[in-house]
């Protein structure tokens, strides 16, 4: 049998030292700080301008129900009566929320005891006073919300979505 004569014989303690010196150095290296990124921007999308509603279609705590950005998406408007985080209008209270699960396209229902869309499939829930959170359920993404604002006259427009919608690959019409 031949024997290679470029090995060396270290033996464990020695193979132990190194590998735990090796390891030391790693984990310094692991902590030693790094220079901050940016914070990441939100995955806003925009669509052509739609408008929606009138301020006066809407009431507190009733859902509205539109479609945005085409036919094909169904959503809600609510007035939460409440200023809330994306909320429009002169309360700042107003949200829109595509009304599409996005963990598998079953239609949500607003519960207004505790202001969520629900989902009727796997049970996800969404919270509608912090921009459609997820605070229950299966779903992995937070439920779409439409980037609003509202002109002179009342008409709340809607001018994107900050989610990927149910169904579709990517935010395109």
């Excluded at 919270?127 to 937070?142: I, L």
Aim: hydrophobic residues 40%; proline residues 8%.
């Amino acid at each position: 049998m031949k024997r290679c004569n470029n090995l060396v014989d270290v033996g464990r303690r020695r193979f132990l030292t190194g590998a735990g010196a090796a390891t030391a150095g790693a984990a310094a290296a692991a902590m030693m700080p790094t220079p901050a990124k940016a914070a990441p921007t939100a995955a806003l999308v925009k669509y052509p301008a739609d408008r929606l509603a009138n301020l006066s279609d809407l009431k507190v705590d009733e859902p509205f129900a539109v479609a945005y950005p085409d036919d094909d998406a169904p959503g809600v408007l609510i007035k939460l009566g409440t200023a809330v985080p994306g909320g429009v209008g002169p309360d700042g209270d107003i949200v829109g929320f595509s009304t599409v699960c996005p963990h598998k396209g079953f239609p949500l229902n607003f519960h207004v005891s505790d202001r969520t869309l629900n989902c009727p499939g796997h049970y996800s829930r969404f919270d509608c006073e912090k921009g459609g959170q997820q605070v229950w359920g299966q779903a992995t993404q937070n439920l779409p919300q439409y980037v609003l604002r509202v002109d002179e006259k009342g008409d709340v427009y809607a001018e994107g979505v900050d989610e990927l919608l149910y169904g579709r690959l990517s935010n395109v019409l």
